[in-house]
Nanobody, 124 residues
Framework: QVQLVESGGGSVQAGGALRLSCAVS????????MAWFRQTPGKEREGVAAVQTSGRISYADSVKGRFTISKDDAENILYLQMNNLKPEDTAMYYCAATRYNLLNRLVPDGYDYWGQGTQVTVSS
């Protein structure tokens, strides 16, 4: 059974930084596209950043220049480095993966596997 487990969330002040991690098991899981999404109560899940095995990376406009997605294939971990955090970044952050090279990488449809989420809270 495929599992994605996020960690690294927490509470920070505006301007601060956090690094989220997503551990994937089993290691043999095919994951041609991986991504981070976020969601706040009453709103739709929003794509934050995505990376494909080809190396293609996508970011939401709202996080460009502040967030960096990366992955360690040897350790089967996906990361999201979040710098210069803003109160509007407050959300539950989810890791997602799929066996396919998605065209619409920042749309939740098409992802096969999801983590349980980790909360990020940014205070002003």
């Amino acid at each position: 059974q495929v599992q994605l487990v996020e960690s690294g969330g927490g509470s920070v002040q505006a301007g601060g930084a956090l690094r989220l991690s997503c551990a994937v098991s089993p290691a043999t899981t095919i994951r041609k596209t991986m991504a981070w999404f976020r969601q706040t109560p009453g709103k739709e899940r929003e794509g934050v950043a995505a990376v494909q095995t080809s190396g293609r990376i996508s970011y939401a406009d709202s996080v460009k220049g502040r967030f960096t997605i990366s992955k360690d294939d040897a350790e089967n971990i996906l990361y999201l480095q979040m710098n210069n955090l803003k109160p509007e970044d407050t959300a539950m952050y989810y890791c997602a993966a799929t066996r396919y090279n998605l065209l619409n990488r920042l749309v939740p449809d098409g992802y096969d596997y999801w983590g349980q989420g980790t909360q990020v809270t940014v205070s002003s």
